[in-house]
Nanobody, 120 residues
């Protein structure tokens, strides 16, 4: 099992910046794609950004040019730098990782979520 622990959420004014971090721990054959999703009240998860183990990043249309995802494979961490934040970025942000277990099974591990609130 792989556990994900997020940190870095909070309250920020419009136009401000925040950094979210996620650390993975546990035993697995490999951790493949890692990324961030967000959920607005009453809605399903929305892709924010993902990054492969090789460093290929993909960002959702709503955050392109403002957010940047990065990954440190040596530490099993993924970071989301959020700039030029808008009120519509207010959501619960979840870290996710595609995991391959030692027995070959695959599953998606999710963090507990961290609240990001953009408000003046």
């Amino acid at each position: 099992q792989v556990h994900l622990v997020e940190s870095g959420g909070g309250l920020v004014q419009p136009g401000g910046s925040l950094r979210l971090s996620c650390a993975a721990s546990g035993v697995a054959a490999s951790i493949n794609d890692m990324g961030w999703y967000r959920r607005f009240p009453g809605k399903t998860h929305e892709l924010v950004a993902t990054v492969s183990s090789g460093g290929n990043a993909r960002h959702g249309d709503a955050v392109k040019g403002r957010f940047a995802i990065s990954r440190d494979n040596t530490k099993n961490t993924v970071t989301l730098e959020m700039n030029s934040l808008k009120s519509e970025d207010t959501a619960v942000y979840y870290c996710a990782a595609e995991v391959t277990l030692l027995g070959g099974n695959h599953y998606t591990s999710w963090g507990q979520g961290t609240q990001v609130t953009v408000s003046s």
